[in-house]
T-cell receptor, first 110, second 114 residues
Framework: RKEVEQDPGPFNVPEGATVAFNCTYSNSASQSFFWYRQDCRKEPKLLMSVYSSGNEDGRFTAQLNRASQYISLLIRDSKLSDSATYLCVVRGGSNYKLTFGKGTLLTVNP | DTAVSQTPKYLVTQMGNDKSIKCEQNLGHDTMYWYKQDSKKFLKIMFSYNNKELIINETVPNRFSPKSPDKAHLNLHINSLELGDSAVYFC?????????????FGPGTRLTVT
């Protein structure tokens, strides 16, 4: 099992749609969880951290289920500017390393 | 003001050559990283330094040698370049080793080995 696995995508959705991304991780001792966003030919940037109780930032909602080792990202009312690759990122238990998923490409169409 | 900068942005070179990529951060962070993103877009950590000390050294060929002259700089030297080294190399920094801090990435160096 890969350390961090994401929906392979790609996702093509119309503007205004709601889209959800899923991610699973293999290390049960993982401590920190994030969603990063990477635009085409650009560097990754932090979208949001993921907290145990779930958290929301505007149109974006992140959920964590430690028992199932599962992380999700929900985007409501998609905008054209949301088109990007979304990377699920996990920090392991005893080391300082961030492990990135392969990413899921989202294209929002007009 | 650029937070994390890398030079060069593009690097095209022949197999067998030696090349360096430079990285600087002006965020006052203690920790810096090198990542490799291959053609399949998989982003993998190579090295991490904290206050000039090597912390993470993933399974990377010893042709790759990082150097941190001070905590604001982390350079990557690559000897005897191979075709498989073609990738985008990202430098990043974070406040310190605590993995809960955001990592800030540089714009990347697109290396093509011919």
């Amino acid at each position: 099992r890969k350390e961090v696995e994401q929906d392979p995508g790609p996702f093509n959705v119309p503007e205004g749609a709601t889209v959800a991304f899923n991610c699973t991780y293999s290390n049960s001792a993982s401590q920190s969880f994030f969603w990063y966003r990477q635009d085409c030919r650009k560097e990754p940037k932090l979208l949001m951290s993921v907290y145990s109780s779930g958290n929301e930032d505007g149109r974006f909602t992140a959920q964590l289920n430690r028992a199932s080792q599962y992380i999700s990202l929900l985007i409501r009312d998609s905008k054209l500017s949301d088109s990007a690759t979304y990377l699920c990122v996990v920090r392991g238990g005893s080391n300082y390393k961030l492990t990135f998923g392969k990413g899921t490409l989202l294209t929002v169409n007009p | 003001d650029t937070a994390v900068s890398q030079t060069p942005k593009y690097l095209v070179t022949q197999m067998g050559n030696d090349k360096s990529i430079k990285c600087e951060q002006n965020l006052g962070h203690d920790t810096m990283y090198w990542y490799k993103q291959d053609s399949k877009k998989f982003l993998k950590i190579m090295f991490s330094y904290n206050n000039k000390e090597l912390i993470i050294n993933e399974t990377v060929p010893n042709r790759f040698s990082p150097k941190s002259p001070d905590k604001a700089h982390l350079n990557l030297h690559i000897n005897s370049l191979e075709l498989g080294d073609s990738a985008v190399y990202f430098c990043a920094s974070s406040q310190d080793l605590d993995g809960s801090y955001e990592q800030y990435f540089g714009p990347g160096t697109r290396l093509t080995v011919t």
